[in-house]
């Protein structure tokens, strides 16, 4: 059977980033999809309008009903909201309810990409710092980055993360600059073992970073080591970012949806 990949994430009613990336992703990259939805959102593609999480009783229920009846080969975090639900995960890995040694993706979501805050910041990071020690990679944006290592420079940020525990932190550099190439390098204890190009498209996309991140947790469920499942995420995600079409095409504010269903 195809290997099984747990996401803890939320709701995007606009189908743009969150569970919905999350299954068609992971899908892409062969694996099957099971979530545990850690909240709703009233979003569009282009802003958050309202928030509400579930309760992490009801988060571990859902992920314990997956647990207990599949093989999950991976774990992947998204958006987990609230503190709770953030000690909630940390409590499975620490008290091996998730197998030990099960690889886990872990995208630090703080703030929606189409806008808005999905928590307050400082708690969640707080709360954050006491799950990445049981992350396999880390991949975070350069915002999140900086607010988690407590690091201004990306590198040294990179290298602190690992210093605390993490094992692996894909460090983006989309976020800092408005033009030119966007670089990233993969850290794995502390050292940078791989640096890719990636072509700067025109448009802002909504939910790339969790289509990323999601596609590599599905190619290491698929067998591959971290450093071609990155290679093969920068592939997959340029094009499903050139082949982006809706929700407003001549709109050139807008935000896009990338294709995750892209043949290339």
Known sequence: MRPVV???????????????????????????????????????SQQVIGFEACAASLVRDQAMAVLNDLPVAV???????????????THLFAEQVITAGTPFVLDPVLVANSGGSLGDEQTLVTAFRKLLPYATLITPNTHELRALSAEQDLHTGAQK??????????????????SGDIEQYLYIKGEMVHKSTLPRLDGEFHGSGCSLASFIAGRLAMGDALIDAVKAA????????????????????AQLIPNRFVRF
């Not at 993360?161 to 408005?178: E, I, N, R």
Request: proline share 3%.
């Open 6 to 44: 747990l996401c803890f994430s939320g709701l995007d009613p606009s189908g743009g980033a969150g569970l919905q990336a999350d299954i068609e992703a992971i899908g892409q990259a062969g694996a099957h999809t099971t979530i545990a939805c850690t909240a709703i959102t009233v979003q569009s």
């Open 75 to 89: 774990i992947k975090s998204g958006m987990l909201g609230t503190t709770d639900n953030i000690a909630m995960l």
């Open 234 to 253: 920068d592939s997959w995600i340029t094009q499903t970012l050139r082949a982006a079409d809706v929700p407003h095409p001549n709109d050139a504010k």
């Open 161 to 178: 993360l690992c210093a605390q525990g993490t094992h692996a932190v894909l460090v983006k550099t989309s976020h800092d600059f408005d």
